[in-house]
């Protein structure tokens, strides 16, 4: 089955760097890649995803890209605030597209 | 609309109890999902179902059985506690397969002692 690794585990930054989260794939024939962002106590929700047809997404603030070569994708906050802070999680398709597979997350805590 | 709901929001088991996990959803989802997350291993995949009445293995099901008898329930029963099971579930669904947006119930925290 498909197996998705996710780096790294915890990310600080200060207000107003970028932050970068990177995964990694293992099966060839996945093509959805989505990113979840996880508040303390809260419910995952979907933030952006790109399909295996693009190399690069971007919405405001938040790109993620595709390296479907390398099986591995990123995701890429840029001016960082405070309401970024969450646990972040990637996630990709099986080869039969019904389940998702999540990496472990990222923990990420912007300093003011 | 309120979307995913998921009941009860927290609930305390002795080894050897069983329970069920309830799921709705008003948004007329095919399908629906059953996750567990653990502390650094993200969400893992329990059951899903793509349609009333069926039911598929996700990656960790021992020990769990669902049920999707009717379109917007998914129930997701433990008939033997154990400690390895203490953990948060989520629910969600969504309009189509994985590649759709999977909307998310609040969790359940359960914890088996």
């Known amino acids: 089955g498909e197996n998705v690794e996710q780096h790294p585990s915890t990310l600080s930054v200060q207000e107003g760097d970028s932050a970068v989260i990177k995964c990694t794939y293992s099966?060839?024939?996945?093509?959805?890649f989505p990113w979840y962002k996880q508040e303390l106590g809260k419910r995952p929700q979907l933030i952006i995803d790109?399909?295996?047809?693009?190399g690069e997404k971007k919405d405001q603030r938040i790109a993620v890209t595709l390296n479907k070569t390398a099986k591995h994708f990123s995701l890429h906050i840029t001016e960082t605030q405070p309401e970024d802070s969450a646990v972040y999680f990637c996630a990709a398709t099986d080869n039969a597209g019904n389940m998702l597979t999540f990496g472990g997350g990222t923990r990420l805590m912007v300093k003011p | 609309n309120a979307g995913v709901t998921q009941t009860p929001k927290f609930r305390v088991l002795k080894t050897g109890q069983s329970m069920t996990l309830l799921c709705a959803q008003d948004?007329?989802?095919?399908?629906m999902y059953w996750y567990r997350q653990d502390p650094g291993m993200g969400l893992r995949l329990i059951h899903y179902?793509?349609?009333?009445?069926?039911?598929a293995k996700g990656e960790v099901p021992d020990g769990y059985n669902v049920s999707r008898l009717k379109k917007q329930n998914f129930l997701l029963g433990l008939e033997s506690a154990a400690p390895s099971q203490t953990s948060v579930y989520f629910c969600?669904?969504?309009?189509?397969?994985?590649?759709?947006?999977?909307?998310f119930g609040p969790g359940t925290r359960l914890t088996v002692t």
């Open positions: 099966d060839s024939a996945s093509n959805y």
């Open positions: 179902s793509v349609g009333e009445g069926t039911t």
């Open positions: 948004m007329n989802h095919e399908y």
């Open positions: 790109i399909r295996s047809n693009v």
């Open positions: 969600a669904s969504s309009a189509g397969p994985s590649a759709y947006e999977q909307y």
